[in-house]
């Protein structure tokens, strides 16, 4: 594990977040790290060179899509994710689980794991801690979840205490099936809307010493307050020295909400899905391309972005590009929205160097620190 | 015109073939020339500067689809087709006839022009010969076309003969309607599949002394011997100091042929529309990626191509992504097809300058003089 070790480089006074150094066989990730999603062994519409130029350094692999096609013994022949995608940083796999019980119809959950039939071909097959574990073994990244069951909301208190205690029987399963030293396999903390049950999860979970922990089945459906009070009861029940990743979160306000609350990876497809459907986060605030005010917009999408989207095109031409709805339109929208994000990650990366916490506190004041907001709206 | 002049640079001994410059405001074209189509103000999938990268140096836009939407208006304001869609190198737009006449159906043609529907929102429009002329002055292109009649085939030679008739009376029209003296506006030749009348259309458009001029008409279903007849028996009817230009063909056999009859200048939708459709060209022969077995391939779509896809991805992956419909697939399979055509071009001018007139009796043979195509499969 030394060299996969991560390491907390700054950690200022009056908030609980922090600045760290995750090192992986593929490279480093500097932490809080925002994890570009490429379900299908590809960030939509993105080529691995212009992920890099937005700021990537991590991206996210679903194993549930792969699993089903094109199959991990393919993507194992490839030379793993890295090879496959032509994608040569860190990657992390998720497990399956959130998608197999997103799919509540059609599977059926047991001790062993869970039947499901493929979305493809209506084969019947089967997730568990194992069968996930070697998938993933298979598809090689430098990061990989254990198979956890992620409890809908809003459920019973027992059904999520007799859910977490499965994932915690689960979590066994995956460190005793996990085959490869050269991947971090990292445990994820249940327990649903409740704190005990979350503190149990906590610690037993911690207690099994995993590389790195997840905090798992939020952002499924609760209130914003909830969610909020979830992450902050949670992180802090988390061990200092090790990576924290809060899955499938969020706005970029959600995500500074956890960073404050000491939480280090991130990955949402909320920015390259929302540039898909024309919504864009700028320094100055929300922009919808499609609307009528933007149809002879000759200004760029935001005029403080060095995007390379922002820099070459004007709004008027990507909202005759979405209209058309033509593939450039996807591609730059999506371009710019990554950007944003991972730059956003940047600002927050520079203002835990230099102790600015509160610059943790907008979009705008964290983007202030790359220059990608100007001091009248980032600073008001 | 001195800053807009064609050059025929080589013109070797055994061939009709030649290698010229045209020169515009927006640089210089290398001919024989392959124009990438942008239907849109958008090469579909790409971004400029991979259109350079591929070897583009002039695309063409769609007078008709950009009339209807965004409005010429506009694209004048971003400061033409150059600024709006950010392209700086040469542009040619059609004049739209071709699109109006396709819509056989819901068209009307009078002595004046075509009334047609909009396929937008049902408003009544007009292109005249002023009016495609008026709105190719404002998109702005290097080089715009003449209004023409493409009479569809099969089609008496009586209504050929009235069409050709009309088509010169509105080319006598359009120069009357052109203002912009930074603009070259090429005639276009019609007459249908007869050679008489494809005669008399040469020499008498030629007659108004245009500084280009177009073979129009063909590719509109005949028999491909037909079609090479047909370039055959006009392109030397064309002045040999003037640019010819073959619009809408073709396949890469279809260019060579018009290319060896002395012909200059391309357009097709073939390489990027192909792409998508997952059918590839390689120095090899075709690849149409969704076949099952490129399932597991490994290999580079084409071993000998140095383009962006070919240097960094297998055909497994390519494969994956279109079946998965993933946008990356079209732009990774459209940014080879172009580069194929574009560098087949390329080959092409080689042959010319050092006069290997051989060179141009096939794809492989083209590509083999720019390292494309291995010497056993480029010289069998």
């Known amino acids: 594990m030394s060299d996969m070790a991560f390491r907390v480089t700054q950690s200022p006074e009056g908030t609980a977040a922090r ?86 119809a059609s599977r059926k959950l047991t001790e062993e794991g869970a039947e499901f039939r493929s979305a493809i071909d209506g084969a019947k097959l089967m997730l568990s801690p194992e069968k996930a574990t070697e998938v993933q073994n298979a598809l090689g990244a430098d990061i990989i979840m254990m198979f956890d069951e992620c409890a809908p909301h809003p459920s019973d208190r027992s059904y999520v205490a007799d859910s977490m205690e499965r994932t915690l029987r689960w979590a066994e399963r995956c460190i005793a099936a996990h085959t490869r030293e050269d991947q971090q396999l990292f445990g994820i903390v249940q327990g649903g809307m409740y704190e005990d049950l979350r503190q149990m999860s906590a610690e037993r979970t911690v207690a099994l010493d995993f590389p790195g922990y997840a905090i798992g089945g939020l952002g499924v459906g609760e209130e914003k307050p909830l969610l909020y009070d979830m992450v902050a009861h949670t992180a802090p029940l988390l061990p200092a020295d090790r990576p924290r990743y809060l899955m499938g979160i969020g706005t970029p306000e959600d995500i500074l909400h956890a960073v404050r609350c000491g939480v280090d990876m991130f990955d949402c497809v909320l920015p ?109």
């Open 19 to 104: 600045r760290g150094v995750l090192t992986t066989p593929h490279g480093i990730v500097n932490t809080p790290a925002f994890m570009s999603v490429g379900t299908k062994a590809t960030v939509k519409t993105m080529a691995p060179d212009e992920l890099r130029a937005c700021g990537a350094e991590i991206v996210l692999a679903n194993t549930y899509h792969l699993f089903l096609r094109p199959g991990h013994e393919l993507i194992a022949a490839a030379g793993g994710l890295h090879g496959f995608m032509a994608w040569d940083g860190p990657v992390l796999t998720d497990s399956g689980g959130f998608q197999v019980f997103s799919l509540a």
């Open 272 to 380: 390259t899905r929302n540039a898909r459907h024309g919504f864009l986060w700028t320094s100055t605030g929300p922009v919808r391309i499609r609307n009528a005010q933007y149809r002879e917009d000759l200004t760029p999408l935001d005029a403080a972005c060095d995007c390379s989207t922002c820099t070459r095109f004007t709004r008027a031409y990507l909202r005759h590009l979405y209209v058309e709805q033509e593939v450039l339109a996807a591609r730059l929208l999506t371009n710019h929205n990554l950007h944003f994000y991972l730059h956003m990650m940047l600002g927050v990366r520079d203002a835990l160097s230099v102790g600015d916490a509160a610059a943790l506190s907008s979009p705008a004041e964290a983007l202030f620190l790359r220059g990608i907001a100007t001091k009248e709206k980032g600073r008001p």
